[in-house]
Every structure is written in structure tokens, then in C-alpha cells.
């Protein structure tokens, strides 16, 4: 998490600023995922009776806490917006859904939903799946930790430290195996452990 830390922190208070909303960590995920669902579509996919049903647009369900549990408000289209348009309208579901001002709609329909426990304190969890959606990521508390990375001179290893955060991904077992589980995972972590990626989409 060091250089979406670092990026976060540089452009918190501009950010802020010119969208009146603050740059979190879960618009990263959101945007690492949906590129990651559209190189593995099957992740993004349902099954509905004897059918797969491919959903070419990601509806991102983000889960939101409130007094009466947990709730799950959809991001729709959530590929097509930008880091500011994904932050303003989890800020908006969470904020009305916390005042009981949420509509029915806006929590049908995810093809695809995010969850972060780390919030909460949770150092690793597997969340439960939204039926009918296939697959949910889960998101955990970031700690430091000590990592061993090349030394500068390109001889031997250096222990530095960093922030860390476990992923998990929960899947439907009878859609996706664990060669796309583990390869979505590894897409987003790509995308995440370098953030510029998620502008050039690469």
C-alpha cells in the first residue's frame, strides 16, 4: 500500500478541494477491480438457473455500515467514472442510507461488490457473497510491516517497512475456479501496489 499511501497523501487536500470530497482507498479498489473483471468477465459474471449470465457493465456494490446493519448501495457503471465520481457517490449512498433515505433500487442490482473490514479493525476475514453476485472482495486493516525488497545497488536484500493490507476474494466455486479467483486477485494487487496504472489502464 506504500505508493497509493504516498499518492493519497500528496493530493488528500487538493483533492478535496476541487471535488469537496476526500480521497479514500476504496475508489482505488473499485477502479482496480472493474479493470480487473473486465480482463476476467466470468468474476463480473451470475448464474441464473441453468444459465451464466455475463454482465458487461460492473455494478459495484460497496457495503456500507449503519445502526441497522450492514447494507450494500450499488456504484452503477462504476468503469465509466473517475476517482471523484466514485467517491461522491459512495459519500452520498453511505450518507443516505445511514439517514434511512436509501431506495430499494439503489441496493439491487450489483454485478460485483466490495467490502472493507479493515475499518473495524479486521487484520483478515472472508465475507459472505451477495447472492446472486459470484464473487465479493474483501478489504482489511493495513499494518506495518517489515518486507524484504532488492537493494538499491542491485546487490542482495534490504528489510524495509511497509504498510500491508490482505485482500481476500470470496467466489462461487461452481462459476469461477481458483485460477481466475487468484488471477483477479493478483490483477487488482498489480493495480493497487501501482496506482498510476489505473489512469493508463495497463
Not at 15 to 40: I, T
Not at 95 to 123: M, Q, Y
Not at 185 to 198: I, T
Request: proline share 5%; charged share 25%; aromatic share 6%.
Amino acid at each position: 500500500m506504500q505508493k497509493v499511501s504516498d499518492l493519497r497523501t500528496r493530493y488528500k487536500d487538493d483533492f478535496e478541494k476541487a471535488h469537496g470530497v476526500r480521497l479514500g482507498f476504496m475508489s482505488f479498489f473499485v477502479k482496480a477491480s472493474c479493470l480487473a473483471l473486465a480482463e476476467m468477465p466470468i468474476v463480473n459474471a451470475r448464474i441464473e438457473g441453468d444459465e451464466i449470465v455475463y454482465n458487461s457493465v460492473p455494478d459495484i456494490g460497496v457495503a456500507v455500515s449503519t445502526e441497522r446493519g450492514l447494507v450494500v448501495p450499488v456504484v452503477r457503471g462504476a468503469d465509466r467514472l473517475s476517482l471523484a465520481e466514485i467517491e461522491s457517490a459512495i459519500a452520498d449512498l453511505a450518507a443516505r442510507a445511514r439517514d434511512r433515505k436509501i431506495l430499494p433500487d439503489e441496493l439491487a442490482g450489483g454485478t460485483f461488490s466490495i467490502t472493507n473490514g479493515g475499518v473495524f479493525g479486521s487484520l483478515l476475514s472472508t465475507p459472505l457473497l451477495n447472492y446472486p453476485q459470484s464473487a465479493i472482495l474483501g478489504m482489511h486493516t493495513i499494518q506495518r510491516r517489515p518486507v524484504a525488497e532488492p537493494a538499491p545497488d542491485g546487490k542482495g536484500e534490504l528489510v524495509v517497512i511497509r504498510p500491508m493490507m490482505y485482500v481476500a476474494l470470496t467466489y462461487d466455486h461452481r462459476l469461477i475456479d481458483g485460477r481466475e479467483a487468484v488471477s483477479f486477485l493478483r490483477r487488482v494487487k498489480e493495480l493497487v501496489e501501482d496506482p498510476w496504472r489505473l489512469f493508463i489502464e495497463a
